[in-house]
Antibody, heavy 120, light 110 residues
Framework: QVQLVQSGAEVKKPGSSVKVSCKAS????????FSWVRQAPGQGLEWIGR????????NYAQKFHGRVTVNAVKSTTTVYMELTSLKSEDTAVYFC?????????????WGQGTLVTVAS | QSVLTQPPSTSGTPGQTVTISCSGS????????VNWYQQLPGTAPKLLIY???QRPSGVPDRFSGSKSGTSASLAISGLQSEDEADYHC???????????FGGGTKLTVL
């Protein structure tokens, strides 16, 4: 099973950006799908975007288009998510999650989560 | 507003069977398989059921899943105190080209 280890908690000011990393090990990297999913306090899970490293181009939820960038560095098996123009409503735990890639039926591994707090 | 619809909460006593529903549409549950996740407080979700009814190794057979049309269900039999957690359904959405989730159901074991 793939292990996913994320970077640490962040505190950001409104209008700034945050970049969260996710280091994958123990399984296929290039052919896997890596998603970013967030969970605001007391809320459900919300999908942000996904990348399959071997294919390159990520896809994003419409809600985040223009504000989010997801990329993968194959040499270090690390996936990144950058979110810009932060608002207080972006305060959430951000999870990195892995699925089987093209045709993958389920997200089967999750990172430990990264708390991003947006406050002035 | 989540794309998939779950009841916000449910409860049961030890030994009982509880069922959690998940309703979607033709572009997600109607076209693709459903997965269920268990999330204990302060932790990441854990895969509980995949492709509608299959259990990863280590998941007790007290947990079972089913799907019909654009809806799915998770059943937990022989309820135990350690089952108290949030449960989330998920499916791939062909229109949104991404994963969609339910809002989560908080299970309380009385």
């Amino acid at each position: 099973q793939v292990q996913l280890v994320q970077s640490g908690a962040e505190v950001k000011k409104p209008g700034s950006s945050v970049k969260v990393s996710c280091k994958a090990s123990g399984g296929p990297f290039r052919s896997s799908g890596f998603s970013w999913v967030r969970q605001a306090p007391g809320q459900g899970l919300e999908w942000i975007g996904r990348i399959i490293p071997i294919l390159g181009g990520p896809n994003y939820a419409q809600k985040f288009h223009g504000r989010v960038t997801v990329n993968a560095v194959k040499s270090t098996t690390t996936v990144y998510m950058e979110l810009t123009s932060l608002k207080s409503e972006d305060t959430a735990v951000y999870f990195c999650a892995r699925d089987g890639g093209v045709g993958g039926a389920a997200i089967d591994s999750w990172g430990q989560g990264t708390l991003v707090t947006v406050a002035s | 507003q989540s794309v998939l619809t779950q009841p916000p909460s449910t409860s049961g006593t030890p030994g009982q069977t509880v069922t959690i529903s998940c309703s979607g549409s033709g572009s997600n549950i109607g076209s693709n398989t459903v997965n269920w996740y268990q999330q204990l407080p302060g932790t990441a979700p854990k895969l509980l059921i995949y492709t509608n009814y299959q259990r990863p190794s280590g998941v007790p057979d007290r947990f079972s899943g089913s799907k019909s049309g654009t809806s799915a269900s998770l059943a937990i039999s022989g309820l135990q105190s350690e089952d108290e957690a949030d449960y989330h359904c998920a499916a791939w959405d062909d229109s949104l080209f991404g994963w969609v989730f339910g809002g989560g159901t908080k299970l309380t074991v009385l």
